[in-house]
């Protein structure tokens, strides 16, 4: 089982943006960082979760089993309802990458208990501004 938890973090709206991703698996941490030069912060949050599957793509098994926690309820509610009046294009995108793993479980989580995506996504941002 992987546990992907993915965050983004923009200045200005929109403007540029970090991304990050921490992914538990075996009993290690892998920590993730990236960034766009420009993009709004729903935006940069299905970037941040593209990026994190497409990570997972390259290394994991398709059979795995991927727990993906987010604190984007825009994003979490999109993918229950396999709908985004405003973000179909991101979505449609994100669900591509999903459907490479047998079995995905998202969940909402609160802000508060994604510190490590959060913080990955702030430490990218410093590093474009």
């Known amino acids: 089982?992987?546990?992907l938890f993915t965050d983004a973090a923009t200045k200005d709206n929109p403007g540029p943006t970090g991304l990050g991703a921490v992914i538990l698996v075996d009993g290690q941490q892998i920590q993730l960082t990236d960034h766009v030069k420009n993009a709004s912060?729903?935006?940069g949050e299905f970037?941040?979760?593209q990026f994190g599957f497409q990570y997972l793509i390259e290394h994991y098994s398709p059979n795995e089993v991927v727990l993906f926690y987010t604190d984007s309820r825009l994003m979490?509610?999109?993918i229950g309802k396999h709908y985004s009046k405003h973000y179909a294009d991101q979505l449609n995108s994100l669900?591509?990458?999903m459907q490479h793993f047998s079995t995905v479980i998202t969940q909402w989580i609160p802000e508060k208990e994604n510190h490590g995506a959060h913080h990955l996504a702030n430490q990218a941002?410093?590093?474009i501004e």
Do not use: G, P, Y
Request: zero cysteines.
């Open 1 to 3: 089982m992987i546990k």
């Open 41 to 43: 912060n729903h935006t």
């Open 47 to 49: 970037l941040a979760a």
């Open 76 to 78: 979490s509610d999109a």
């Open 95 to 97: 669900e591509s990458l």
């Open 125 to 127: 941002l410093r590093q």
